[in-house]
Each structure stands twice: as C-alpha cells, then as structure tokens.
C-alpha cells in the first residue's frame, strides 16, 4: 500500500502524487481510494481503489538515483527505427502498456530521432504523445522541474547528438 505524499506512476496519467487516501461508499460498501493528483493536470483528480488490478500497476516514481542510471543507459542507446508500421505500433502499445520507464523512454527516443528526418504519421504521433507524457512526467516530478522544460531540453539534446553524427 502507497503512503499519502508519495509520488507514483499511473498508467494513463503519467506521474501522480498521492494527496489522500480514503474512503468511499460504492455500492453500500465501504473501499479505500488512493485520490491522485497528476503533476500535468493538478487541477484534476484520479480517484483508484487501493484493491482494484489497476493499482497492481502503479508503481512509485525511480529514485533520483535509478533515474539517472537510466538516463545514462538510454543516451548510450543505439536505437533503430522498425520500418514495419505494424511491428512498430505493436512494439509501441506494448512498451506502454508494460509501464516500464526503459522500454517507452527508448520508444520516445526512436520516435523523436525518426520525427528528425521527417514528420511523423498520425498513429506514430498518437503514441508518442502518450509515451513522452509518460516519461517526461516522471523526470520531472523526481527532478522537481518543469515538465515543458524536460521536452524542450531532450528536443535539443536530439539536435545536437543528430548533428554530431
């Protein structure tokens, strides 16, 4: 069970803090809810069962540590882009899906570097929309940064690395 302040990973929402848990009445029944606030919509609430499957599949934020490993790793990744639309858009609602913060940051990374040479299709910008609000929320909140600013610095970043190669 999460604690209130601590700050987690929602599957749809991105990074969330958990402001409250309490409790409900759903169907005559008494159930804890986690209330989250995500980081991009503070003025919005998600309310989860503390029992339901999908809290299986929040996890809490990687430490600042873990995150810099991980970032670390992701920049020495050599990533190529999958040529098949349909191998692609599988790999990517997979990546999601599995929530783990490697597999879409190296998902956001083919999809950036692809969108450099040239524009993305619709369906490929529909899953990078979803995977960068993934990540990018989760740096910031462990970062305590502005999440606009973590796109533009990776953006950049791309720029650069495109240009030295």
Not at 67 to 77: A, F
Not at 80 to 87: F, H, L, N, P, V
Not at 104 to 125: H, N, T
Request: charged share 30%.
């Amino acid at each position: 069970m999460y604690s209130i302040h601590d700050k987690v990973m929602h599957p749809t929402e991105g990074a969330c803090y958990i402001e409250e848990i309490m409790t409900m009445a759903v169907d005559s029944k008494d159930k804890e809810y986690y209330k989250l606030v995500p980081i991009l919509n503070e003025k919005s609430s998600v309310f989860l069962p503390v029992t339901s499957q999908i809290s299986g599949r929040i996890r809490l934020v990687a430490s600042p540590d873990e995150l810099s490993d991980l970032l670390t790793k992701l920049e020495e990744l050599d990533i190529e882009w999958i040529a098949d639309s349909k191998t692609r858009l599988f790999a990517c609602a997979n990546s999601i899906k599995s929530g783990d913060f490697f597999e879409i940051a190296s998902l956001v990374k083919m999809m950036l570097l692809q969108e450099f040479e040239k524009p993305l299709g619709s369906k490929d910008r529909d899953f990078l929309n979803k995977a960068q609000k993934l990540i990018f929320s989760e740096i910031a909140i462990v970062q305590s940064r502005p999440y606009e600013d973590i796109l533009s610095e990776t953006k950049k970043w791309l720029v650069a690395d495109m240009q030295t190669q």
